[in-house]
């Protein structure tokens, strides 16, 4: 009696939750200490200090001013700091009424889906990519249009990304550093999408929107840079979490960047505000919003992240894994050991290692592993691993 | 370029919203002190102390798990909680599997909307009703069906009611304490609402769902009493939020109530956990859940809004407006003082009384104003709403 619609989509369902909840199921049957949950994207270094601070801070304050609604967009003032960081940051010139908050980077993507979809629009998005993309576009009558995967550097062949674009694309997803396989996207990919975007808007005389979605900003590698993409691309919208680079995935907070050379910037800011509202969001978490404001500039442990990505590439390698090298966010992406990567996965499970197949990422015969871990887990795992690769040669 | 669907939208725009933000607006004119802004449900009453000493307490525990991913449907614990707490009031039989925490009640009603609506089943709503119930009906595909409004009493008539229901209805939602009214549905309301639903299931072979939206749940004065809805039909899905019990609106942080016996409660349960993940809300903030599980026995300041009622009753039915005496929440519904309801709304505006016309609830030729204000406020409007009484006298 539930929708037919939720029906189909339940027998789906999300692969990534499947094995986090999973992952509690053994947890509970054999001890945490001896399930390896690679599964999900719950970041285990703690939030700065300063976020305790900042909440105890904010809390001194009037409580029907910290817990009251606000205008959908958020206070203008965390808007404005949040713009101002950016311009300090990457050289921009954003006011407040350039930020809009969000319940996280998710919904986000949501209110900009709501702002530009009509039914039967197209959506680009580039495998492998997060899974709930196909989700987020269909709750809004969009079809996604997929670029499909591009190996071993897993940038977009810019030639595929051409060809996917018609008449009826309205907005192109990106998300770099890359929830699955950690990829950055550099100068040069970047300038070659925007030259493809500007001629196809030309073409078609419509305007092409990208979304960059960049959760993983802060979490970076070595000499890999992250690039403001409206630097490259005047219809570029950014939707941003605090999720990871705080720590703070389970209070859903984060905003987008909208700015001002968007084309019908007046009606998108407007058009997000109340689509923020009227999708159920109303506005981002009042009290978060103002603690964000205080913490603009802390930054995550990215040495907690860089010495796990260390420890598990080098480990997963040395065994005979190929994964690709990760640039950024804190995801390891390798091949399966077979071509079935469901099975690969169901069969690293009988060794108490939870990954995610990269079937749910639209790519098949590789897999991901989320390495936000604790690094006891990382290296209790690694004799699994072993075991897992074995299991193949045998 | 953003969607034609949005256009739309937007040229109607929130009425309730616009008042706010012009309210704003007159504020910045004419100072704060001398604009009556009634426009709102924005509690002007501070949170219990005990929400801050809670934030506190969670505060101590370890960060990762405070503001950590959780299952979607809420952390079990805090369910639980819930629960037990609905479970000793009205003598219900609940679990945590039973409770999904939402991001308000506006996030809850969109998850229980995606989860049961097909594109053109139909959702019977109640004039005057809260008028967001349309855009939450149509982000899904749904047809609102209305049934119109019924004075003096703004109870249903329940032979409209009955008229209203076809084999494509999919779902009722009912508000009570009532936005915009402040009418209290009574013991034989519910009764013959239920009797109507349950006839009219057997006639179509279908369920039909009620959802009973229920943020103003204790905001209830004299002997008005608050019926637990699913004693009296078994498919009641009930929406609640803390904005108004802890004057936490900005918070975003409320449940459902999915009762077992529900028609296909399983996949009921596992599609409003998938929902709130695709719909972008993923899950209601962490924190907030730890700190209402510690405060469901505390109690917003009822006899501030039973005073601000009294008075602005009392004086405005003394000066000749004809007002529905609330019984609950915090709004009165009061006839315009012409038939154009806007006309009205625009002319108080000159008075700088700020209140909302009855045609966005669905009900011309009335006007809505919110008294969740400080009583100072409601003070000060009295000898602005003589005026504007005497301007239609001349």
Redesign the interface.
Same mark, same amino acid.
């Given at each position: @009696?539930? =929708?037919?619609? @939720?029906?189909a989509? +339940?027998s789906k369902?999300?692969a990534i939750?499947a094995m $986090? !909840?999973e992952g509690k199921r053994l947890s509970a049957l054999y001890g945490a200490e001896n399930v390896y949950d690679f599964s999900?994207g719950?970041?285990?270094?703690?939030?700065p200090e300063k976020?305790?601070e900042a909440?105890?801070e904010v809390?001194e304050g009037?409580?029907?001013s910290?817990?009251?609604?606000? +205008?959908?967009a958020g206070y203008p003032e965390v808007r404005q700091a949040v713009a101002e960081n950016i311009n300090k940051r990457y050289g921009a010139n954003l006011s407040y009424e350039n930020v809009v908050m969000t319940?996280?980077a998710? #919904?986000?993507?949501?209110?900009t889906l709501?702002?530009?979809?009509?039914e039967g629009?197209e959506v680009i998005i580039i495998a492998p990519y997060f899974g !709930?993309y196909l989700?987020?576009i269909d709750? $809004?009558g969009g079809k996604a249009v997929i670029v499909p995967p591009n190996p071993p550097t897993f940038l977009p062949n810019i030639t595929a990304f051409e060809n996917a674009i018609t008449s009826r694309t309205k907005a192109v997803i990106i998300n770099t550093p890359n929830n699955p396989t950690g990829v950055v996207y550099d100068d040069e990919t970047l300038k070659a999408m925007a030259e493809v975007l500007e001629r196809k808007e030309k073409e078609y005389g419509?305007?092409i929107?990208l979304i960059s979605d960049e959760p993983y900003r802060e979490i970076i590698f070595e000499d890999a840079v992250h690039c403001y993409i409206p630097h490259y691309y005047k219809n570029t919208i950014v939707g941003y979490s605090y999720s990871k680079s705080l720590?703070?995935? #389970? !209070?859903?907070i984060g905003y987008l960047i909208i700015p001002s050379c968007l084309? =019908?910037f007046a009606?998108?800011i407007?058009?997000s505000g109340?689509?923020t509202?009227?999708? #159920?969001?109303?506005?981002?978490?009042? +009290? @978060?919003q103002k603690v964000v404001a205080l913490c603009l500039d802390e930054k995550t442990n990215v040495d907690f992240y860089a010495k796990n990505r260390h420890d598990i590439y080098t480990a997963l390698t040395k065994m005979g894994y190929q994964c690709t090298k990760p640039q950024g966010a804190f995801y390891i992406w390798c091949k399966a050991l077979e071509d079935d990567d469901k099975a690969f996965c169901e069969r690293a499970k009988q060794f108490n290692i939870l990954v995610v197949p990269g079937t749910s990422f639209g790519c098949k015969g590789w897999f991901r592993l989320a390495y936000c871990v604790s690094n006891q887990t990382i290296q209790n795992s690694l004799p699994a691993f072993q075991k897992l690769i074995d299991s193949y040669k045998n």
């Open positions: @009696m539930i =929708s037919k619609k @939720m029906q989509m +339940l369902g999300s939750r $986090f !909840e999900l719950n970041p285990n270094t703690p939030t976020v305790k909440i105890i809390l009037d409580s029907v910290i817990h009251g609604y606000m +205008l959908n319940v996280g998710a #919904g986000g993507l949501n209110v709501k702002v530009l979809l009509d629009d !709930e989700r987020y709750n $809004f419509n305007a929107y720590s703070l995935p #389970g !209070e859903r084309d =019908s009606d998108f407007k058009a109340d689509a509202r009227t999708l #159920g969001f109303v506005n981002a978490p009042s +009290l @978060m």
